[in-house]
């Protein structure tokens, strides 16, 4: 797998070389809801990409009945139809606000060991929106195992991932 990067100049142009093949795109810039999508590269391609204004999601996370705030507590923003976008965390009063997003809906899941809580509803978020939200945590439960090979040996790296309906 190989990552290719390129800026834009003053008037939003840029240029990448890259080998013909099939490539996967993100586009980002602050300010704007990241473009995600895919290109079939043969030959000289021109393709241009239209950023939405960014919408938002900020809140607080705080402990359950108390309404204390919980600082540096993890914010997983997970799309209704998808996997979750960059984690966030909340800075030292509890606070957070998401990086750009897109509009749509997006589940709230907030931890910081070893307390967890979650919004039960979706927050639905319009172009160039922003949403105030509380996350309640509590005490949560913990899992914990090894990831090994075939052979039985343990694997580094390797990332879990789990997910509820």
Same mark, same amino acid.
């Given at each position: 797998?190989?990552?290719?990067?390129?800026?834009?100049?003053?008037?939003?142009?840029?240029?990448?070389?890259?080998?013909?093949?099939?490539?996967?795109?993100?586009?980002?810039?602050?300010?704007?809801?990241?473009?995600?999508?895919?290109?079939?590269?043969?030959?000289?391609?021109?393709?241009?990409?239209?950023?939405?204004?960014?919408?938002?999601?900020?809140?607080?996370?705080?402990?359950?009945?108390?309404?204390?705030?919980?600082?540096?507590? %993890?914010? #997983? *923003?997970?799309?209704?139809? +998808?996997?979750?976008?960059?984690?966030?965390?909340? /800075?030292?009063? $509890?606070?957070?606000?998401?990086?750009?997003?897109?509009?749509?809906?997006?589940?709230?899941?907030?931890?910081?060991?070893?307390?967890?809580?979650?919004?039960?509803?979706?927050?639905?978020?319009?172009?160039?929106?922003?949403? %105030?939200? #509380? *996350?309640?945590?509590?005490? +949560?439960?913990?899992?914990?195992?090894?990831?090994? /090979?075939?052979? $039985?040996?343990?694997?580094?790296?390797?990332?879990?991932?789990?997910?509820?309906?």
């Amino acid at each position: 797998m190989s990552l290719w990067v390129a800026a834009t100049d003053a008037a939003g142009r840029y240029e990448l070389w890259l080998e013909p093949k099939d490539y996967g795109t993100r586009v980002t810039a602050d300010g704007y809801a990241p473009d995600v999508g895919g290109l079939i590269l043969k030959n000289e391609t021109k393709k241009d990409f239209r950023l939405n204004a960014a919408s938002r999601i900020s809140g607080m996370v705080v402990m359950k009945g108390t309404r204390k705030p919980v600082p540096h507590a %993890e914010i #997983v *923003i997970i799309r209704t139809m +998808g996997w979750p976008d960059p984690m966030v965390k909340s /800075d030292a009063e $509890g606070k957070f606000t998401s990086p750009g997003l897109d509009p749509g809906q997006y589940y709230l899941h907030a931890r910081k060991p070893p307390l967890a809580g979650r919004l039960l509803d979706p927050v639905s978020l319009g172009l160039a929106q922003t949403i %105030e939200v #509380v *996350i309640e945590v509590a005490d +949560g439960a913990s899992l914990a195992g090894t990831v090994r /090979d075939e052979r $039985g040996q343990p694997i580094a790296d390797a990332k879990l991932l789990a997910r509820s309906s």
